[in-house]
């Protein structure tokens, strides 16, 4: 298997993410995961061709709020690396525990999540889920009961202002660009 960057930006975006997926299972096979869960897209410039795992809704257990959880990964098929499992480990990567994921699912069912085109998150609270929606343009913050599923305290919705026009714009010379097929 020839890895250079040159040779994986020729593979089509589906035989990327199954070398991401072999990597991941030689690495690290004790880890496990759904890639429903994931919006899985490859990347790739002159210096390296990456899958991102990146996880559609996150969710913040009420025992874990003041901690700082990784929900996402990337694989770098050309250096073999997984960050940031390969950097930091595995301790702060969140896995939802059964009873966690029963949680999830109450409030997918409850709210109607996820909301496509927005970064879609979950913190539990005492007594209630707070629902945080946002993306480039426009954000929502909701609240929903524990038990009944109910909105409770309001939401609150809004778009951000454009940017100015007179900050510069940093010039990436080597972007990644996304593989779409």
């Known amino acids: 298997m020839d890895d250079t960057t040159t040779n994986l930006k020729g593979l089509q975006k ?7 997926q072999k990597l991941l299972k030689t690495k690290y096979p004790d880890f496990v995961y759904d890639v429903k869960d994931y919006d899985i897209t490859a990347w790739a410039n002159t210096e390296k061709v990456v899958v991102m795992f990146r ?3 996150r969710f913040t257990p009420l025992d874990k709020k003041d901690e700082n959880l990784d929900y996402d990964f990337e694989v770098d098929l050309a250096h073999q690396r997984i960050s940031p499992f390969d950097t930091w480990g595995m301790k702060r990567f969140y896995m939802p525990t059964k009873d966690e994921q029963k949680k999830i699912d109450f409030v997918i069912n409850s709210f109607g999540m996820p909301r496509l085109g927005f970064n879609n998150s979950i913190v539990e609270d005492s007594a209630m ?3 945080h929606i ?12 524990k038990i009944t599923g109910e909105e409770c305290m309001g939401s609150i919705e809004g778009s ?7 900050i510069p714009e940093l010039i990436d010379s080597d972007p990644l660009v996304e593989i779409k097929e």
């Open 134 to 145: 946002d993306n480039e343009v426009a954000f929502g913050h909701y609240f929903i009961d």
């Open 160 to 166: 951000y202002a454009p940017m100015p026009e007179d």
């Open 129 to 131: 889920y707070k629902i």
């Open 14 to 20: 589906d035989e990327l993410i199954e070398r991401a």
């Open 55 to 57: 996880r559609i809704i």
